[in-house]
């Protein structure tokens, strides 16, 4: 990084810091922020919120610093919370109490129980030696194992089974036609034939697969929207917090 960039860097740093502690200073002495654990609480998020949204403009120090900030915060909670809700009872507090078992071979059943799990913890970190990496691949082989049986069951009862399961309802009920399963068996029928290519799509193949089409089309534009939507939220959120809760523009 050449010294221009640092001294632009630094300048950039020095004007943010400054206009946010004019603006603060206004607020404060105006009376609209409180000064106090929930002020600078405020004070900290209007700073955090404004320097993430910069990156709107490009890439800069003050995004950085924010970006920087968030993945080291978000660690340091990660890392407590898998301390006291994993490692402190699954680990140190089951040792601890194997002697409050009644049998021997409650113990050797309950250190077995514990032991293989924490070696298998531990020994991911042998990818900090070279020399014993390949001793990580364990760990991984047996996470993959035990997550691919345990996901492969329930993705195809919640992706596979309830998503056909509405296709094979009648289409004819004591009040006649059930248009809702209608059209889920013409929009499953047609979408599936856009995806059949061992017959050319051509006459009434082509038809249904271009009908799929537009079935597929409009799933993506709902899930585009319904995402677009979600982002906006919470846009909106942060932009009410700003002016509402840091400069009270908004009543």
Same mark, same amino acid.
């Given at each position: 990084? =050449?010294?221009?960039?640092?001294?632009?860097?630094?300048?950039? %740093?020095?004007?943010?810091?400054a206009?946010?502690?004019?603006?603060?200073g206004?607020?404060?002495?105006t009376? =609209? #922020?409180?000064?106090?654990?929930?002020?600078?609480?405020?004070?900290?998020?209007?700073?955090?919120?404004?320097?993430?949204?910069?990156?709107?403009?490009?890439?800069?120090?003050?995004f950085?610093?924010? /970006?920087?900030?968030?993945?080291?915060?978000?660690?340091? !909670?990660l890392?407590?919370?898998?301390?006291?809700n &994993?490692?402190?009872?699954?680990?140190?507090?089951?040792?601890?109490?194997?002697?409050? /078992?009644t @049998?021997? +071979?409650?113990?050797?059943?309950?250190?077995? =129980?514990v @032991?293989?799990?924490?070696?298998?913890g #531990?020994?991911?970190?042998?990818?900090? &030696?070279?020399?014993? =990496?390949?001793? @990580?691949?364990?760990?991984?082989?047996?996470l993959?194992?035990?997550?691919?049986?345990?996901?492969?069951?329930? !993705?195809?009862?919640?992706?596979? #089974?309830?998503?056909?399961?509405?296709?094979?309802?009648?289409? +004819?009920?004591?009040?006649?036609?059930?248009?809702?399963?209608?059209?889920?068996?013409?929009?499953?029928? @047609?979408?599936?034939?856009?995806?059949?290519? $061992?017959? /050319?799509?051509?006459?009434?193949?082509?038809?249904?697969?271009? #009908?799929?089409? +537009?079935?597929?089309?409009?799933?993506?534009?709902a899930?585009?929207? !319904?995402? &677009?939507m979600?982002?906006?939220?919470l846009?909106?959120?942060?932009?009410?917090?700003?002016? $509402?809760?840091?400069?009270?523009? %908004?009543?």
């Amino acid at each position: 990084m =050449s010294t221009s960039t640092i001294k632009k860097d630094s300048i950039i %740093i020095v004007i943010f810091f400054a206009i946010l502690i004019i603006i603060n200073g206004i607020l404060l002495g105006t009376g =609209s #922020l409180k000064w106090g654990w929930d002020g600078i609480g405020i004070m900290v998020a209007a700073a955090l919120t404004i320097a993430l949204y910069s990156f709107l403009y490009k890439d800069n120090p003050i995004f950085k610093i924010a /970006e920087h900030l968030y993945v080291g915060l978000a660690t340091a !909670y990660l890392f407590i919370v898998t301390w006291y809700n &994993v490692i402190l009872p699954d680990v140190i507090f089951a040792f601890r109490d194997l002697g409050n /078992e009644t @049998s021997n +071979w409650a113990i050797l059943g309950k250190t077995i =129980s514990v @032991s293989i799990p924490t070696i298998l913890g #531990l020994l991911v970190y042998t990818r900090l &030696v070279p020399k014993f =990496s390949w001793l @990580s691949r364990i760990t991984f082989a047996a996470l993959i194992g035990f997550g691919a049986g345990f996901t492969i069951p329930n !993705y195809i009862n919640s992706h596979i #089974l309830k998503q056909a399961q509405p296709t094979m309802v009648a289409l +004819w009920g004591a009040g006649g036609i059930q248009w809702g399963a209608l059209l889920i068996f013409i929009v499953v029928i @047609s979408t599936l034939v856009y995806f059949f290519f $061992s017959v /050319e799509h051509k006459g009434p193949v082509g038809w249904t697969a271009k #009908l799929g089409i +537009w079935f597929l089309m409009v799933s993506f534009g709902a899930s585009f929207g !319904y995402t &677009v939507m979600a982002r906006i939220s919470l846009l909106i959120g942060r932009v009410n917090f700003l002016f $509402s809760d840091w400069i009270p523009l %908004i009543k």
